[in-house]
């Protein structure tokens, strides 16, 4: 039977980083599956520490609404940086050693189509900042996705022991 | 490795359709996943929705979750004759865009509990949500129709696959 839960590549930082790159994404695949977890060294506060992931580096033509519960509200926000994860933790807000997770699903990387994806992310936290985020995303952009540009939102970096895999998922 | 996330079926729309089924769904997995990428004839609310089995009987609930990139919000519906599973991106989006819906069924296959369905709904041109859905059967999963609100056509370049998934 054919495996069509792929591991494409996998990254787990040895020190810190600015940015990840998931480059020379095959195009055999039928969709895209990112997971990270991950933590910044930001120290200053955001409300949601999302990572940002950029189809092609490219930094226009994106649409986001996430909808996100922080264990005491929800509430409901648009963006335009990236693709959205709401998944990243903080040196000054989040514990210690606690870092963010979150997935991405990108169907038909490969077409024609503008990129719709879907993102799911949490911070949990033993102090007051926590969330669980929802996400919609879309890059309005026709191009295959040959490669995904990780950031942290707002800047920073990723830390040590940050990981990150990419799947592809085949539909025959 | 075992492969435990298995395709079934997918479909991609030539041409606009009134509904999509997946027929003669195997009873041999664990749990199904459907993976939609859809547009529909709707400038509106642009939902699409499910009928395990094809019975449209109003006896199905489910509970959303949903940001509208304002404000959260929760609801619900009962005594439904669809399940909703997701958004489809409506005719006042540009020409290409598509919305992206991760459906899950779980235990599908078994003939003693009702099942099930947890959906997460990504139009980034309009909601996102997360959705349980409830199909009070004891009926196996064998099949799954698909349709967008008010029964509008899913239009052309909408693509669906549905993946089965192993315990073991």
Known sequence: ?????????????????????????????????????????????????????????????????????????????????????????????????????????????????????SLDGVGENNATEAWAGFTASLWSNTAAITSLKLLPYGGANFVQYSTFYLYGIKNS | MASTYTPIATQTLASDAASVTFSSIPSTYTDLVLIANTRINQSGSSEIYCAPNGVTTANKGFTYLLGNGTSASSGRASNDSYIRIGNGAGTSTASGTFATSVVNFMNYANTTTYKTILSRGSDATNAVEAIVGLFPSTSAISSITIVGNGLVNILTGSTFTLYGIKAA
């Open chain 1, 1 to 117: 039977m054919a495996d069509t839960y792929t591991l494409i590549s996998s990254q787990t930082l040895s020190g810190s980083a600015s940015s990840v790159t998931f480059s020379s994404i095959p195009q055999t695949y039928t969709d895209l599956l990112l997971v990270a977890s991950a933590r910044t060294d930001r120290s200053y506060f955001l409300l949601v520490d999302s990572i940002l992931v950029q189809p092609n580096a490219s930094a226009t033509g994106y649409t986001t609404r996430n909808l996100l519960g922080t264990g005491s509200a929800t509430q409901s926000n648009t963006d335009t940086a990236a693709l959205q994860l709401s998944a990243g933790a903080t040196t000054s807000n989040e514990t210690a050693n606690t870092f963010g997770n979150g997935s991405c699903y990108i169907p038909n990387y490969t077409g024609s189509a503008y990129k719709s994806a």
